[in-house]
């Protein structure tokens, strides 16, 4: 990250000071990298739950219990996922709590509440309504499982084709510096005139505005869109 702050100060300043003025850009932008990583996280958590419930239900029409179905579909999700996975995490935690006689429905509340995954409190929810009910589990299990799995694909679709919206976005915010570094590796000393005086300063500092506006604006566009998917 503080590369990223060390080339926009270069090039947009070219001095200590510049370096100055971009540590709290700089700042913004590492709570955003990490943001990121959380989201993103929680993204594959959905798509790794989805593959467990999809286990779950076929263990169970194997006339498995559901407890032993949630024991059972670890070792798919080591395949499909590894070990270290966030899904494999989960049914640890969960294959531990049924050892100590703790009810499954408990084990996905929590699962749920600390994931803060809509589908999988849904589950959760909709789990424990059936276990208290004594309805149909398999039925209602297929059915919840059914409608979770569809939205969850319908919003890996969505994501999908907004990845290719995303890529754009980020070639355009490199753009700029990657035609400065050009220049200023192509035509030495082209741009000098806007480096250590005051209008150069000013110029380039309205620049900078101007592309962090921009660059603020279309974040808060995929930020509208992707929070509508969580």
Same mark, same amino acid.
């Given at each position: ?73 670890m070792e798919d999700m080591e395949l499909m996922f590894g070990r270290d996975s966030d899904i494999c995490r989960e049914l ?11 009810? &499954?429905?408990? %084990? ?6 600390? !994931?803060?995954?809509?589908? #999988?409190?849904?589950?959760? +929810? ?28 319908t919003d890996e679709e969505i994501k999908l084709n907004l990845s290719g919206k995303r890529l754009e976005f980020n070639i ?36 900078? &505005?101007?592309? %962090? ?6 974040? !808060?566009?995929?930020?509208? #869109?992707?929070?509508?998917? +969580?």
């Open positions: 990250m503080a590369v990223i702050v060390a080339i926009m100060a270069y090039c947009f300043y070219r001095s200590v000071f510049g370096f100055l003025v971009m540590a709290l850009p700089g700042v913004i932008l590492f709570k955003k990298i990490e943001h990121d990583k959380l989201k993103k996280r929680k993204s594959d958590l959905k798509t790794e739950f989805k593959e467990c419930i999809q286990s779950v239900l076929a263990s169970m029409g194997a006339g498995m219990s559901v407890e032993n179905a949630f024991m059972e579909s640890e935690m969960i294959k531990r709590g049924l050892v100590i006689n703790i009810p &499954v429905e408990e %084990l996905l509340r929590d699962f749920g509440d600390r !994931s803060d995954c809509s589908e #999988i409190r849904e589950f959760a +929810e909709v789990f424990g309504i059936a276990k208290r009910t004594g309805g149909n589990m398999k039925e209602i299990m297929d059915m919840a499982v059914s409608s979770i799995v569809g939205r969850i694909e355009m915010k490199a753009m700029p510096f990657l035609m400065l570094i050009y220049m200023n590796i192509g035509y030495p000393g082209y741009f000098d005139p806007l480096y250590h005086n005051f209008s150069g300063v000013l110029i380039m500092t309205v620049s900078l &505005v101007i592309y %962090l506006a921009a660059y603020v604006w279309g974040e !808060s566009i995929f930020y509208r #869109i992707e929070r509508e998917l +969580e």
